[in-house]
């Protein structure tokens, strides 16, 4: 999809750990846990999946997101669910190419960062980019939901 929209990034592989989160990616790749971005699976009141991008080191406050698009609730999926809503396993999560057509919101703040990394649709494989590319291939709505984890 990276290619098909001519985004210019760059590859970066590590050793991916079970449940190690983005401080495993950051420090393996020894950049600033808060510039890897990372791609959550939620589903709204009505069982909707929506794909949300965060900060590595920070969490989703689901009341305010919630509250931001107008839904009475919002939770994470299930692993499982995550998985068959994106077509990606946990942990290898992409917001390009996702299975299902589904809405992206991406935290305001991550387009202060000059370059993000966010993952490129495996375990242990994160692509490189400007924010903005992001932006212009996903089009995604912007929120302000973080909470420092």
Do not use: W
Not at 44 to 73: F, N, W, Y
Not at 110 to 136: C, D, H, S, W, Y
């Amino acid at each position: 999809m990276l290619k098909l929209h001519g985004v210019t990034y760059t590859e970066h592989v590590y050793d991916y750990v079970e449940h190690g989160g983005t401080s495993v990616s950051s420090s393996s790749l020894g950049v600033d846990e808060h510039h890897v971005v990372k791609t959550l699976i939620f589903e709204d009141d009505k069982r909707q999946p929506l794909c949300v991008l965060m900060h590595g080191d920070r969490k989703v406050s689901t009341k305010e997101l919630a509250r931001q698009i107008g839904a009475k609730r919002v939770a994470p999926c299930k692993p499982e669910d995550a998985t068959r809503h994106s077509g990606y396993q946990v942990g290898g999560c992409s917001p390009f190419g996702l299975r299902k057509p589904m809405p992206v919101f991406m935290e305001a703040s991550i387009l202060a960062i000059e370059r993000i990394l966010i993952n490129g649709g495996k375990r242990g494989f994160l692509v490189g980019m400007p924010p903005q590319e992001v932006v212009r291939v996903l089009k995604p709505k912007l929120v302000t939901v973080a909470l420092t984890e």
